[in-house]
């Protein structure tokens, strides 16, 4: 039986990919395209690529014993197509996982190319009427209007969308190497993030004309709604002069070794790729007017001449309520032949979009048999992850990046017992690693081929 799978940004590759690694023929749409020697896009997108990362290059900790290790590491296990990728076109990022973003979407091309079971078609998905095959619909956060449409005339529920920023890319060639230096956060993994420095009155300076500057415009339906996770840099400095002290500027554990004293506050630079040549401002994400942005930008030291190959921009997230809506296997409760995947599933991340991808590709896979899938463990990452989009209050329901909130809680007799925060955290992962190891020996996903690789 044939899968359909919609979406060519991360979910949607990484299902597709699995569902053919199991055996399935798999249909892969994607909207973006070359048409008449142009290429057709979105309003965040800036090519026609598989898999391209429109914000940050991250896919975050790499620290043993953290929530976004944890969540990594089962989908190491699991076979994930695309984390085996990222692995592969790691660049330098202390102790973070980022990818060079250009490399990764050709590996990820390439992999989609050498396997016969995926055709890829370029065009847009308008309907989602039942077919004979599985649908996996994993168009992202930019979903268009007309499918968009035809998600909510299926489901009978409204969407609810959120508006998201992305980061500005500098030219590493026009910072000032004299006024920055090198260094990770507690010294944490390898020193590849270019910090740059700031006193009181640098800071005082910035603020003020980060406050004052001015947005890019809206339009008059749109009604901005940000994820709280992902502040545009300038909404989150509005609520207090030294609120991004202790948030994306906070220079706690960046002592300048030029000095041996730590800055009033520091913007952190991290790299795009493997040249060195571009460099991410990290969680400096905004809404600002392009020449806006520039004029205030170059208020922070090493960036008083820089170059910007991209500006901070906003564009549009759209995701169902996935609480009323997905069963514990991703799919629709009324049309289970269909499933969600990814951003607009509810997964806020690219690391989470991925997890959710591989999914449900095995699960596509074996409902493509016609056998009923073995659900992923509560007490997984992965597992914890679908339960929280899948069980939430409906009714305040925002996407979610794994976290150890959203995994089952020790014991309040261990948690008692045992008052140190990584202890307990380290106790979280070995159970949830010893279910996941449980759950891959005894579950066969009614596939014919081995799941695990």
Known sequence: MKIRVIGGGLAGPEAALTAARLGCDVELYEMRAMVDGKPRLTPAHQTVEFGELVCSNSLKSESPNTAPWLLKQEMRRAGSALLRLADETAVPAGHALAVDRVEFSRRIAEAIAAEPSIRVIREEVKQLEPTEGITIVASGPLTSGALSEEIQRITGSDHLAFYDSISPIVDAETIDMERVYFAARWDKGTADYINCPMNREEYDRFYDALVNAEAAESKAWEKLE???????????????????????????????????????????????????DSYNLVGFQNHLKWGEQARVLRLIPGLENARFLRYGQIHRNTYICAPLLLDELLRLKKQPRILFAGQISGVEGYTESIATGLLAGIYASALAQDKEPTPIPRETALGSLVHYITHADANNFQPANITFDLLIPLEEELRKKIRDKKERHRIQCERALEAFDAWRVTADHGSNKQVFI
Do not use: S
């Open 226 to 276: 940000y994820f709280e996770g992902c502040l545009p840099i300038e909404v989150l400095a509005r609520r207090g002069r030294d609120t991004l002290r202790f948030g994306p500027m906070k220079p706690v554990g960046l002592r300048d070794p030029r000095t041996g004293r730590t800055p009033w506050a520091v913007v952190q630079l991290r790299k795009e790729n493997l040249r060195a």
